[in-house]
């Protein structure tokens, strides 16, 4: 396998960190316009195989090089490159995952699904958690049933020891936060593809301790594809995201102050962006480091011979601080990772443009997670 990771923050380390596990590298290129964050890639014994590149990925000639060298490239960039990168990659005959996180950038990469076809390779948009993980296993739980009902998808990543104001600790892109919290989400309600507000339809849950109860709330991006794959299939899917009790409530406060908006204001002689301004203010409150966990619970009920069947999957997960992996770049690197490395190795065979619940074996990606040493549990009840 030759890989090209195109970023190395915290998301492409554990790319990368997962990459270099596998007995089937031939060789994984980093590129990054930051050489300090090339430096701190841990390497671990295989430094041989890693070639890292300092370089701005809008220089698009040498970056089509790099493409033209590897079998499959992985986006771990924010999303508003994705589809330049994505184009970039099936002109140059190369596999493409990428992280996702914004509906209209994923939009616009299915349009080459044609060039995709013709090239003979495959570009897999929202490969990380939610959208990622979570739509292999709607796939997973689909399968395992005659008919679905319903499928509820709630993840969230969250501080293990959580402070004001908001009890959140910044564990990826600001903005990406920002986008999930003030797009509109698309579900399926009653069998029709539906568009729900944001930070609406909170709801209480409750995990093992130390965790307790929790809410859970409208946010974008969760359901990517899923909403368009099964409609007509599944009466119902929804995605939220889980908080610590009273986040969407503040939340909602600084977006009714219209501190969510993309439309510059005028203060004074200066004109200002609200997204940009809680940017920065986020970044300066927030926390960014100490532990942190992901919790997610995926439930599909349907039928299966006549009888109602409920399929559970639920994980708590705390990343690797011996490694130096959290546990959202765990969650979120590491499923891309395994996406792509099934890309390179030919066990993904539709080309073109597809969305994962439908390319990507789920039970191999579900064998994958748990010799990852991924905590996924599994519960399956039938009942009359």
């Known amino acids: 396998m030759r890989l090209l990771v195109i970023g190395s923050g915290m998301m492409g380390r554990a790319i990368v960190w997962d990459i270099l596990k596998s007995d089937q590298l031939d060789r994984v290129t980093v590129i990054d316009r930051d050489d300090k964050a090339l430096r701190t890639l841990r390497l671990a014994g295989k430094r041989k195989k890693v070639r890292t590149v300092s370089m701005d990925i809008g220089q698009a000639k040498p970056l089509a090089k790099l493409m033209q060298e590897a079998d499959t490239v992985i986006s771990a960039v924010t999303y508003k490159f994705n589809y330049e990168l994505a184009r970039l990659a099936v002109r140059n005959g190369c596999n493409f995952c990428d992280l996702g996180g914004n509906n209209e950038i994923v939009k616009k ?87 729900v507000p944001p930070m609406e339809d909170v709801e209480e849950l409750e ?8 809410e859970a709330f409208n946010t974008s991006g969760g359901t990517s594809t899923l909403p368009y794959t099964y409609r007509g299939k599944i009466k119902n899917l929804d995605y939220k995201t889980i908080r610590y009790p009273g986040h969407a409530a503040q939340i909602r406060f600084l977006m009714n102050l219209g501190l969510v908006g993309t439309k510059p204001v005028m203060l004074g002689k200066t004109a200002v962006v609200p997204r940009d301004l809680l940017a920065h203010q986020l970044l300066k409150v927030l926390p960014d480091k100490g532990p942190d966990c992901i919790l997610l619970r995926v439930t599909v009920d349907g039928k299966k011979d006549g009888k109602n069947r409920r399929i559970t ?72």
């Open 109 to 195: 990469e299915f349009t080459l699904h044609r060039e995709a076809q013709r090239q003979g390779v495959t570009v897999i948009p929202d490969c990380g958690l939610a959208p990622g993980l979570v739509s292999v296993l709607t796939a997973h739980g689909f399968g395992l049933c005659d008919t679905v009902e319903r499928v509820r998808l709630r993840v969230g990543g969250l501080p293990v020891n959580p402070k004001p104001p908001l009890n959140y600790q910044l564990v990826f892109s600001v903005h990406g936060l920002i986008n999930e919290y003030a797009e509109p989400c698309v579900n399926i309600v009653d069998g029709k593809i539906t568009r």
């Open 207 to 214: 995990f093992p301790e130390p965790f307790g109860k929790l």
């Open 313 to 384: 999957y639920q994980l708590i997960d705390y990343g690797e601080p011996e490694n130096g992996i959290t546990a959202m770049m765990r969650m979120t690197g590491y499923p891309a990772s395994v996406i792509a490395q099934m890309m390179s190795q030919g066990l993904i065979s539709k080309k073109g443009a597809v969305p994962q619940e439908l390319a990507v074996p789920a039970d191999a990606f579900v064998d994958a997670l748990k010799k990852r040493g991924i905590p996924l549990e599994i519960h399956i009840s039938d009942s009359n």
